[in-house]
């Protein structure tokens, strides 16, 4: 049967995939994709990163153009979402640092790795919301503007110069994954804080003394 310690060791397990999974989906640039048909380029928009792609050198002076802004004008909501990503990060490794301490340690304090990880998942789903939620705003009221097109370009540079639709990539992808280790972390972690170290459910003490008692006296 398994114990509680089994359940702490796949704790700690789940939630370090989850740690590398979130570290990964920060420093890759594929949070947002943006197909550009006409200049034949699908750049790529990361939290931290970007790839500027490219497949014909016509494409590559207004790649670098629109990259350079894209990283020298990250908007607000990107920067909540990267704050909150390392936020959770570190609410993670505090989670797994304080399993790993209390791994034979008494459930009450195996509980204060649990709610680190709880508050980490909470994070991401935050960080998810956001992001997801300003993005389908900008994909409804972006304006497209050709590089060469006399118009002045817009206040949000981001767009300008990154011309197309775009959609979320498999950056975002990797929180999602993330978030479902958490859960997985949680679970796990709830279970094993409600049971003994011999893989039984704690019993009311009172009730055993009683027998005890009960046992002594008729001997």
């Given at each position: 049967m398994v114990n509680s310690i089994d359940l702490k060791g796949g704790f700690i397990i789940i939630v370090?995939?989850?740690f590398i999974i979130t570290l990964i989906s920060i420093f890759t640039p594929a949070w947002k994709v943006l197909n550009n048909n006409n200049q034949g380029s699908n750049q790529k928009t990361g939290l931290v990163t970007t790839d500027c792609g490219g497949n014909n050198q016509q494409a590559e002076m207004h790649q670098r153009q629109g990259c350079q802004q894209t990283t020298d004008n990250r908007q607000s909501y990107e920067k909540w979402t990267l704050a909150l990503l390392i936020i959770s990060a570190i609410f993670q490794i505090i989670g797994i640092i304080s399993a790993l301490v209390t791994l034979k340690s008494g459930?009450?304090?195996?509980?204060?790795a649990l709610i680190n990880v709880i508050i980490a998942l909470i994070l991401?789903?935050?960080?998810?919301?956001?992001y997801g939620s300003k993005i389908n705003n900008q994909q409804n009221n972006n304006q497209y503007y050709q590089p060469r097109?006399?118009?002045?370009?817009?206040?949000?540079y981001q767009n300008y110069g990154m011309n197309g639709n775009y959609s979320l990539g498999y950056s975002f992808s990797l929180s999602i994954v993330a978030g479902i280790f958490l859960v997985f972390a949680a679970i796990f972690g709830i279970?094993?804080?409600f049971m003994s170290g011999s893989g039984e459910f704690p019993r009311d003490t009172g009730v055993i003394q009683n027998h005890r008692v009960q046992a002594s006296m008729a001997a």
């Open positions: 370090i995939m989850a459930t009450k304090i195996f509980l204060n991401i789903i935050i960080a998810l919301i956001v097109q006399p118009q002045h370009p817009p206040q949000n279970i094993a804080a």
